[in-house]
């Protein structure tokens, strides 16, 4: 199982928090049509949103395999 999507969710997580640091050091209101604030948000709860997955997901399969393995364990 891949890592990617949650060095992704990471990017987006630091990207969030970087576009929110610039838009209070420069006073930056809108980016294009939409509020800065908006879009800062939004990519942080798809990074938050992509890391807790994947480690939900990585820890169901961690507990498979041991219920499998305390199976194999018990079946012989």
Same mark, same amino acid.
């Given at each position: 199982?891949?890592?990617?999507?949650?060095?992704?969710?990471?990017?987006?997580?630091?990207?969030?928090?970087?576009?929110?640091?610039?838009? !209070? !050091?420069?006073?930056?209101?809108?980016?294009?049509?939409?509020?800065?604030?908006?879009?800062?948000?939004?990519?942080?709860?798809?990074?938050?949103?992509?890391?807790?997955?994947?480690?939900?997901?990585?820890?169901?399969?961690?507990?498979?395999?041991?219920? !499998?393995?305390?199976?194999?364990?018990?079946?012989?």
């Amino acid at each position: 199982m891949s890592r990617i999507p949650r060095l992704i969710g990471y990017a987006f997580m630091a990207a969030a928090a970087l576009l929110a640091a610039i838009a !209070k !050091k420069e006073g930056v209101a809108m980016l294009g049509p939409l509020p800065i604030v908006a879009v800062a948000l939004f990519l942080g709860m798809v990074g938050v949103m992509l890391v807790f997955t994947d480690l939900m997901v990585r820890g169901l399969y961690a507990q498979v395999d041991a219920a !499998k393995r305390r199976e194999d364990e018990g079946g012989d």
